[in-house]
């Protein structure tokens, strides 16, 4: 059985900091690229950053760029996001993402609410 199970989200105030984890099981993670994605109220579901099997190569969307990073323990089974600079348009669910392209096999976790208030 596939799990995937984010944690680290909370309530924060603005130009604070997180750092959400996602510890995968079930899987091969080293075979798997890992994401994480958000969903605000009312918004569609956006890709946050994105890591390659064994972290050479990381994407950040424009939004996040130099205040989130991505990586990765494949000795843990774990992906992070650390969140730095937090503004208030950053509050949604947060969701981890493992995709293996090559055999078209995608898991998501169940997500972690942050909010960013003051």
């Known amino acids: 059985q596939v799990q995937l199970v984010e944690s680290g989200g909370g309530l924060v105030q603005p130009g604070g900091s997180l750092r959400l984890s996602c510890v995968a099981s079930g899987i091969t993670f080293s075979n798997y690229g890992m994401s994480w994605y958000r969903q605000a109220p009312g918004k569609e579901r956006e890709l946050v950053a994105g890591?390659?099997?064994?972290?050479?190569?990381?994407n950040i969307a424009d939004s996040v760029k130099g205040r989130f990073t991505i990586d990765r323990d494949n000795a843990k089974n774990t992906v992070y996001l650390q969140m730095n600079s937090l503004k208030p348009e950053d509050t949604a669910v947060y969701y981890c993402n493992a995709r293996w392209r090559l055999k078209k096999l995608e898991y998501w976790g169940q997500g972690t609410q942050v909010t960013v208030s003051s």
């Open positions: 890591i390659t099997s064994f972290g050479g190569i990381t």
